[in-house]
């Protein structure tokens, strides 16, 4: 069965950097894109970012452009979140999402893990 195992997360300083991973099991992770996304307590979960199967199409959200970077290696099934420049208004429980196709996914994704939780204050 598909599985998302996000990790990285935990407690940065303003200004500090965290690179979250998820490690991805029981599909051809390489014919899929792939989804981060993060949800602050109270509040909707918020698309992050997003890239296709090969690496070379992604997106982000206007609050983490240049900042954020996201890649994937199909060789070891895991997509990242180089995340940089962190702000306290990125404190968030993000999870990793599967597309449905090979195309860079927003929101139309079908399995999503159990996140990993980033706390930046000081």
């Known amino acids: 069965q598909v599985q998302l195992v996000e990790s990285g997360g935990g407690l940065a300083q303003p200004g500090g950097s965290l690179r979250l991973s998820c490690a991805a099991s029981?599909?051809?992770?390489?014919?899929?894109?792939m989804t981060w996304a993060r949800q602050a307590p109270g509040q909707d979960p918020e698309w992050v970012s997003g890239?296709?199967?090969?690496?070379?199409?992604?997106a982000y959200t206007d609050s983490v452009k240049g900042r954020f970077t996201i890649s994937r290696d199909n060789a070891k099934n895991t997509v990242y979140l180089q995340m940089n420049s962190l702000k306290p208004e990125d404190t968030a429980l993000y999870l990793c999402?599967?597309?449905?196709?090979?195309?860079?996914?927003?929101?139309?994704?079908?399995?999503w893990g159990r996140g990993t939780q980033v706390t930046v204050s000081s």
């Open positions: 999402a599967k597309g449905r196709e090979a195309r860079m996914p927003y929101h139309d994704n079908d399995f």
């Open positions: 029981g599909f051809t992770f390489s014919r899929y894109g």
């Open positions: 890239i296709n199967w090969a690496g070379n199409d992604t």
